[in-house]
């Protein structure tokens, strides 16, 4: 099969961390990496709705001339930030049949989400309210909400849980990948 992977990072969040690392090493295909220059070190007031807006212009500017009807597979992966962007993206670029997985999507993504959108959130996430999403599970049946882990998916000073947790969430995403319902996409 051929298939083309798409990373959007968040902001402080790049395609070599943990989640976006594992899920590029162990999903077969060709992949693109994105990467935005928020210089957030160097400005840190940048208000996340600018981030975003930075990073769908570098998206779209990198995307938007590539031929992807000579895939028979893609697959956006996104983190924080980079949620919105792919969601907002499949809808503009017209990939209905792009397979997202969201981690820590952000509220800004929600009204962008579809049924067959792999979702990993946690009620303490301080960038969503997941209470939005759990009401409205029956919607997104590859929703995962976990309790007590923030936006990084990790548990500060607890490296076994983190490791554990990162395992779980790349096992969950390549399960959906090779059982999720293909026929339901568009």
Same mark, same amino acid.
């Not at 697959?75 to 980079?82: L, R």
């Given at each position: 099969m051929n298939t083309l992977? /798409?990373?959007?990072? *968040?902001?402080?969040y790049s395609v070599d961390r943990s989640y976006l690392y594992f899920l590029d090493k162990y999903i077969d295909g060709e992949s693109i990496y994105l990467e935005y220059d928020f210089k957030r070190w160097s400005n840190p !007031?940048?208000?996340? %709705?600018?981030? /975003?807006?930075?990073a769908y212009e570098v998206a779209l500017k990198k995307l938007e001339n590539i031929d992807f009807s000579k895939y028979n597979e893609i697959?956006? +992966?996104?983190? !924080?930030? *980079?949620t919105v962007v792919a969601a907002?993206?499949?809808? %503009?670029?017209?990939?209905?049949?792009?397979?997202? +997985?969201?981690?820590?999507?952000?509220?800004?993504? /929600?009204p962008f989400l579809r049924q067959t959108d792999f979702i990993v959130t946690s009620f303490k996430d301080e960038y969503i309210d997941a209470s939005v999403l759990k009401e409205n599970e029956n919607r997104f049946p590859f929703l995962t909400i976990y309790k007590d882990?923030?936006? !990084?998916? %990790?548990f500060p000073n607890d490296l076994k849980r983190? +490791?554990?947790? +990162?395992? %779980?969430i790349v096992e969950l995403a390549l399960n959906y990948l090779d059982t999720a319902y293909k026929d339901i996409l568009e």
């Open positions: 992977k /798409i990373f959007f990072p *968040g902001r402080r !007031s940048l208000c996340l %709705e600018d981030n /975003i807006k930075m697959i956006f +992966i996104a983190k !924080s930030v *980079g907002k993206l499949r809808n %503009e670029l017209r990939l209905f049949r792009a397979r997202l +997985i969201l981690l820590t999507p952000l509220t800004e993504t /929600i882990v923030h936006h !990084s998916l %990790e983190t +490791i554990d947790l +990162i395992y %779980e």
